[in-house]
């Protein structure tokens, strides 16, 4: 397993972030986590060989096959990455919130059986550069691709091939964890009320009460988040 450079990466002390894991089930599964960290991004994962291979998708993925959408290849996580939601302290590598946007099962779409046949077939295209699959989750369905560019030794493009889960609408516009229902300024807030603001920005726009033109600034802070 290549887990060396996250590991090396965290400080395990002061983030609750997981240290490893055990894939045990029949399928093989996927994660897509909305990060807001030094940049909002989107952090796409898929398991492969007892790891979650990592892309980070600055602008999310985009279900209209028309658009492609750069993936910078991260390091490798551990399985149990899957499962994490929540807040990355302040001082620490990534710090923010992450919420879990999509997850689900995933398989390649050449019909291989059975998963460690489907994980040898993976990982060939992943050294090919070209991993071709079909998701399986709340808000991704159908076929995907990466590919790699030669623009840098990581860079990749994230692909919606042509099929009926095919939109041009703007998938992203789903902003809530498909876990816990919340969006990642709801998160950000409950971490604030409980632990002291997290993030200066929310503490400068957050009202002494709730207003309807307050909730309005909220949003467009987000929003603008969401451009950058
Ligand atoms: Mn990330």
Request: a positive charge; charged letters at 30%; aromatic letters at 6%.
């Amino acid at each position: 397993m290549s887990l060396t450079t996250y590991k090396k990466k965290r400080n395990f002390k002061s983030t609750s972030e997981p240290v490893g894991g055990t894939s045990n089930r029949g399928k093989l599964n996927f994660v897509i986590q909305k990060h807001d960290a030094t940049r909002l991004h989107y952090d796409f994962r898929l398991e492969m060989d007892g790891v979650l291979k990592s892309w980070a998708v600055p602008k999310g993925p985009s279900t209209d096959p028309a658009v492609k959408r750069l993936a910078m290849m991260v390091e490798d996580h551990p399985y149990d990455y899957k499962n994490f939601e929540g807040i990355i302290p302040e001082g620490n590598y990534g710090a923010g919130t992450v919420i879990i946007w999509d997850k689900g099962t995933y398989e390649p779409i050449e019909p291989v059986k059975g998963k460690k046949a489907q994980e040898k077939h993976l990982l060939k295209q992943l050294k090919e550069g070209s991993v071709k699959i079909i998701l399986h989750g709340e808000k991704l369905r159908g076929e995907w691709a990466l590919v790699h560019t030669k623009q840098s030794e990581n860079s990749w493009l994230l692909i919606k091939h042509k099929d009926k889960f095919a939109s041009s609408a703007e998938v992203t516009n789903k902003s809530k964890s498909v876990v816990s229902g919340i969006t990642l300024l709801q998160l950000e807030k409950s971490a604030g009320s409980k632990n002291g603001s997290p993030k200066k920005a929310v503490k400068k726009v957050a009202p002494k009460k709730a207003s309807p033109t307050a909730k309005k600034s909220l949003t467009l802070t987000s929003k603008k988040k969401v451009n950058s």
